[in-house]
């Protein structure tokens, strides 16, 4: 069990009904009713918030653009070395901050501390980018000319957050846009707003240390409606967007139809190929910590097992034997390998998703349910089940996000490639194998079509270095480490003539 209060308390949140913050400045809106958010842990009541309206929105653009203006002018190691101070902030605040994502969101409280780590991982790695903001030098093809090419910032970042990852996805977001000059404004997701006030208040506390403008970090508390509000405005000049395809789509568009950035993280529909060269214990627990992890409440979640004919049975004996250990109950108990998921709602998508399995001839080797009585009052805790499946049921097709797992048998690696492939989205994927000839094939061009493919690792769990994201119906943006920063900021190619005369580039003649 867990005392929230003196939680929330060390975490700011003392008042309620909190809409909007541009740093120092918050607003309770009082356009709605305080929207009282319950944990699925327990179903109890944790606090209770109010949705900004479309005013405080306008309010927030105008103070973040207003704080770009002055922000822009500090220099990049300087704004690094604020990002250094948030991330020491986050170390001593990772206890209560980790707790509060595990009890407001559901998932473990080893994922909750987790996601704090990864937070603190990226502002490290925020801050060593601030001093690596390159730009390359060209020869230019005229005489006594310099070519070169500088990165300055975009402006406004708009970031709209999932509730399956309420603080890590801001932080992604959040630290490498302010390290490359941005300011940024956030929606987190309406069903995960108190981790996010949490954040805004950390995060605050640093930069009024450091006398960083009103308006460089904000945060607007809402649903969709302020996300539609950001999506069509074109003073937020990156809309970087995490969630489902079916949000990204109407964020892709209307960002689009202003010709604007947008970074999209969206839904994925993973799949690990199990050789019939896979070491088979290795390979297990990958594939339930990626089918069971987060009650299957990560866009890396394993949805799909592709199966080598010649190990099919012994890998499925051996999946139905691990799934019967399986313990589910209240994530902040450590024993627990699964927790809830994150409302009824989702209950009823998971339950719908079974039926559906079923009906397009899936056969449930382990059934699933919804479990009740002592310890699941709260309605959102299910069993993870798993089903022999066809690669081309509407369901497989569709990412549910819950702790389903379909399996199928391939024969030939070509055909188990082309299963792995042969769905709308593209995010993470991976093989099981001691076969180098099979490893290379797989993350060859004619190999894995995902943002993400990996070799006897599962699907799940990603490390903050490299760039994340997925291909095709996952969006195609990239964030996080390698050189995801570039979406971050806008290239400038500067040609100097420093000669008396001006030759014109391709020798065109043009004399007076
Ligand atoms: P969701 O799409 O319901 O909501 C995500 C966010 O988008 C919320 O803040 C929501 O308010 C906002 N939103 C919804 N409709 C919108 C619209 N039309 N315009 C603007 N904003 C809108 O997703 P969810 O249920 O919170 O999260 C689960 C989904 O997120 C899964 O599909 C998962 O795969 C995906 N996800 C992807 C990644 C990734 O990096 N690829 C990471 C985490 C989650």
């Known amino acids: 069990q867990i005392d929230i209060f003196p939680i929330l308390q060390n975490l700011g949140i003392q008042h309620i009904n909190q809409s909007c913050s541009t740093g120092k400045h918050w607003n309770s809106s009082n356009a709605q009713e305080g929207t009282v958010i319950i944990s ?11 949705f900004a309206n479309a005013e405080d929105f306008q309010n927030t653009v105008v103070t973040a653009e207003a704080a770009f203006k002055v922000w822009r002018t500090w220099p ?7 990002i250094r101070q948030l991330g020491d902030a986050l170390r001593q605040n990772k206890e209560d901050l980790g707790k509060l994502v595990s009890y407001e969101m559901g998932k473990s409280l080893q994922e909750g501390y987790g996601e704090v780590q990864e937070m603190i991982d990226i502002c490290d790695f925020a801050v060593g980018l601030s001093r690596q903001l390159y730009g390359l030098t060209m020869h230019s093809e005229r005489p006594a000319h310099r070519m070169y090419e500088q990165w300055h910032p975009m402006g406004v970042v708009g970031i709209i957050s999932a509730f399956n990852f309420p603080v890590a996805v801001w932080a992604w977001n959040a630290s490498l846009a302010l390290v490359c000059g941005n300011v940024c404004i956030w929606k987190p997701s309406e069903k995960t707003p108190l981790t996010a006030i949490a954040c805004q208040h950390i995060i605050q506390k640093v930069f009024e240390a450091n006398d960083v403008p009103e308006g460089t970090s904000c945060l607007l508390i809402g649903d ?8 069509h405005d074109k003073r937020i000049g990156l809309l970087s967007a995490t969630g489902s395809t079916r949000m990204g789509k109407a964020v892709g568009a209307a960002v689009g139809a202003r010709l604007g950035r947008s970074l999209l993280e969206l839904g994925g529909n993973n799949a690990i190929i199990i050789s019939k060269d896979a070491d088979l214990e290795m390979s297990l627990v990958g594939a339930v910590f990626g089918a069971v992890g987060t009650a299957g409440q990560r866009c890396t979640s394993t949805r799909r097992l592709i199966i080598q004919e010649s190990v ?19 994530p902040l108990d450590e024993n627990i390998h ?5 409302d009824k709602e989702a209950v009823k998508s998971y339950l719908g998703s079974i039926e559906k399995c079923k009906e397009e001839g899936g056969n449930f080797v382990v059934e699933g349910g919804v479990l009740e009585g002592e310890g699941y009052e709260s309605g959102c805790y299910v069993k993870p089940c798993i089903a022999e499946a066809k690669n081309d049921y509407q369901i497989v097709q569709h990412e549910t996000f819950a702790p389903i797992l379909y399996l199928m048998k391939y024969k030939t690696l070509d055909e188990a490639i082309a299963m792995q492939n042969d769905v709308p989205q593209g995010l993470s994927s991976a093989i099981m194998t001691l076969n180098l000839r099979e490893a290379e094939q797989f993350l060859s061009y004619a190999g894995s079509d995902c943002g993400i493919a990996n070799v006897n690792i599962g699907t799940s769990g990603a490390e903050i270095g490299g760039a994340f994201g997925g291909e095709k119906e996952t969006g195609g943006g990239r964030e996080s480490g390698s050189d995801a920063w ?9 040609t100097i003539n420093y000669s008396d005369k001006l030759p014109l580039a391709q020798g065109i003649k043009f004399d007076l």
Do not use: H
């Open 224 to 231: 969709r409606n302020i996300g539609e509000l950001m999506s």
């Open 76 to 82: 990049a190691p300087k704004r690094g070395d604020i």
């Open 312 to 330: 099919y049975d012994a890998f499925s004996d051996k999946l139905v034997k691990a799934y019967g250990q399986l313990k589910i109950g209240n």
């Open 486 to 494: 570039k979406a971050y900021m806008r290239r400038q190619t500067n």
């Open 40 to 50: 699925p842990v327990d179903g109890k009541e944790i606090a209770s918030v109010n």
């Open 338 to 342: 699964v927790g809830p998921l994150i």
